[in-house]
């Protein structure tokens, strides 16, 4: 099988090629920041996904599979940036896919599409509109792009569409929101408030999308591992410590003082929870995770240990 991967040079996404190129998948990589030390059996093009060098991959490559996994969520871009990459990219490559033949093609999501509020269920089935885009318009073009790619199973039926919206994920690489979050020595919480936080582990995480691409479901998932466990346990079980503030002194203080930055909206993931089912994905898949939340916390402590 081909398979290639838009975004291949995240940590996660280079286990996932690794894993495929180990058991004998042909895999092709885009990413305009390369992979320079990618394996022999990894061909990687160091270019931008929305170019027209990236079409001549899917055109000369011409993928069984195709794996979207070149969005961002961090919000170091500018928004409009932000917009051409997660909205622009992820229509680019739903256009090549559907001109060039691919038969099957997973979109990377994330599971803070369904948001965070006092009103929300506590468990979010994938049926449900996005909400609390007024409190974190950050959140907007993950969103699109998720709602493009999600549109892709009436507007493109000849192809297989698996749209995952995976939880956090945690664990020795330090990729991913979560793991940005916890990174430091303090970690900020919102007074009163200790949400629940759901992830698995990154090796679960490619588990579950080599499953994707074996199974082929059709539809959208969610994707989630252990249960959750409150944000007071994560920090406590990464070694940081819990810095409890009033809603707008935190506010205030984002990004300063040794705190991490985050985007002001994303407050409301620190004060309510964002729990998916995902009975779905399981049933279709087969999946099941393999490493506890506690393995994840203690592997992601253990790569980024704070000492005395």
């Known amino acids: 099988m081909k398979v290639l991967i838009p975004g291949i040079s995240t940590p996660i996404a280079r286990m996932f090629a690794a894993r495929l190129a180990a ?6 990589g885009i990413d305009r920041r390369g992979w320079p030390d990618a394996p022999a059996n990894v061909e990687v093009h160091a ?12 055109r000369k490559s011409r993928p069984d599979v195709v794996v979207h996994m070149a969005t961002v969520s961090h919000f170091a871009e500018a928004t409009e940036e932000r917009y051409r990459i997660n909205l622009g990219g992820t229509q680019t490559v739903f256009e090549h896919c559907a001109t060039y033949g691919v038969g099957h093609v997973v979109f990377v999501g994330r599971h803070t599409f369904y948001g965070a509020g006092p009103e929300s269920p506590l468990y979010h089935v994938e049926d449900e509109p996005p909400l609390a885009l007024a409190s974190f318009p950050e959140l907007a073009d993950l969103v699109a792009a998720d709602l493009h790619a999600s549109n892709a199973l009436w507007r ?4 297989t569409t698996t749209v995952l919206r995976f939880c956090y994920s945690l664990g020795s690489t330090g990729h991913g929101t979560l793991a940005g979050f916890v ?8 007074m009163g408030f200790d949400p629940l936080f759901q992830f698995l582990h990154e090796e679960d995480f490619v588990s579950a999308l080599e499953l994707a691409v074996d ?26 410590t819990r810095v409890p503030l ?30 998916v089912d995902a009975s779905a994905f399981r049933a279709a898949t087969g999946f099941a995770h393999r490493i506890d939340e506690l393995t994840a916390m ?7 240990p704070l000492g005395d």
Do not use: C, W, Y
């Open 47 to 58: 270019v931008d996904v929305r170019k027209r060098a990236a079409e001549d991959v899917f």
């Open 298 to 304: 203690h592997a992601f402590r253990a790569a980024f």
């Open 156 to 159: 493109a039926p000849q192809m």
């Open 246 to 275: 009033p809603e707008p002194v935190l506010a205030a203080m984002l990004g300063r003082f040794g705190l991490p930055r985050i985007a002001r909206g994303a407050i409301e993931h620190l004060k309510f929870p964002v729990i």
């Open 23 to 28: 058991r004998g998948d042909q895999v092709v």
């Open 183 to 190: 990174r430091g020595r303090r970690v900020p919480t919102v």
């Open 215 to 240: 199974k082929r479901p059709r539809g959208v998932f969610n994707v989630a591992g252990p249960p959750p466990v409150p944000l007071s346990i994560v920090i406590r079980e990464t070694g940081r």
